[in-house]
């Protein structure tokens, strides 16, 4: 048979070797090599994906089974550090290096082109959430935000550059994988490892991050340019009426602190609503916690009240203002019952930012990325959701966080969330690989 008939079937061949099965027929589509991919830098980040795939997949697991709570990452950090103590060990202590920070975090980093004056940011977070114990169910903790997806790629995206890096160069003065523990609760762990961490030598740098999300089309990828999501302050408010010990309800002249809340309460609506502009902003109340056990009678006034609650806003200035006059309002009600031996308070803790993208880096993702998965990036929605991704701005570093969507079994942050088409894995590796490569 002829060179020249042979050649069309044995593209053919490839390209069909090179699409992975999916069960979902929306599935990875970006897989489809086109004759009019010139440049090879596309087949080369499919191929990888693909051939990376089932390391990838068994991370996965891997890291799912052993989730943990923020700050308490540590079979985590050990299944991490395991994972690069072999990269070092194949490819060279010169050309990865890792470090632990902030407690249960991980810092890796793989040098590329010294002569370049531009470094890239990949942050994987790591932490799980706890779900407390039912009837039908024992305590747990799961990734149920799908943090185990950013983990397993970030991890085979740094085998794939070490191992291309000879015939492949980086275009990076260096890749750097920051690990961060605690995503889901204060304190920050992105926050504790860039500012314990001096990065002035790296030159200009930009960062990528990534979240699962089953309100995205399977598959799909989506980004959103300037105000992506809500800043989130945590609000405990205390009042601790234990000095009076209780009383009978029957009796007006007791102080009853679930009183005090609820008149708290409606003014704290009130004001953060005064100062809202007409602008989207979310005020919810989680929990309320007396002293009383359930085994107090019900005309026994409780002794103390605990008060947990969220505010989260896209305005920058509207968070500012009314967590000031949250903590006015908390200030003169502690006032005004100091006579009477109450003590009200709020603790703090750390508050999220509102998360920004970076408009100029957005349009290169949308650019590169789009040119990688043969589609569009759409622009998702405006998230109430908060990500400690947002602390990258207070470090004035550009950075754009990318929507992964998923098809899962249940949303995020609930017990139930699974993710069912594991194949995503190919698109995000694909993805951040040929990013890597391709950024200006």
Known sequence: MKPFILAPIFFVALCCFLQPFSADPAGPVIFQIEPTDTTG??????RASIEKYDETLSLWREFNACAEVGWQEYRTQGRLITHFTTLQNRFGAENILFDTMAGTGLFVEIP????????????????GLYYP?????????????????????????????LENKKKKKIPWKAVLFLFSPSEERAPSG???????????????IVALGQHVSPDVPNHQVEVRSGTAQASSEI????????????????????????????NMRSEI??????????????????NIITSSPDSTPVNVLPQKVKVFGNFRTFNPVHEVRSIEKIDSLIANFSARYADKKVLIYRVREQAIPVLVNDPVLTESVKKWGSAFLKRPINTHKLRLGSD?????????????????????NGGLHRQDFEIMDPTILQTSLGLFTFLVYSLE
């Open 41 to 46: 830098l596309r087949l080369f980040c499919n």
């Open 190 to 204: 992105l926050d504790s490892m860039l500012a314990g961490k001096d990065l002035s030598r790296y030159g200009k």
């Open 388 to 408: 400690d991704f947002a602390t990258f701005r207070k470090y004035k570093i550009p950075a754009v966080l990318i929507r992964l969507g998923v098809k899962a």
């Open 235 to 262: 609000l405990r408010i205390y009042i601790d009426a234990s000095a009076l010990k209780g009383g009978h309800i029957a009796d007006k002249t007791n102080i009853n602190p679930l009183e005090i809340w609820e």
């Open 269 to 286: 609506e009130q004001e953060v609503e005064s100062c809202s502009a007409g602008g989207e902003y979310l005020l919810r109340w989680s």
């Open 112 to 127: 590329g082109d010294p002569k370049s004056g531009r470094t890239l940011i990949v942050r994987p977070e790591i932490d």
């Open 133 to 161: 114990p039912t009837d039908s169910t024992l305590a747990m903790v799961r990734h149920a935000c799908g943090h185990n997806t950013g983990m397993s790629v970030a991890c085979s995206l740094a085998e794939i550059l």
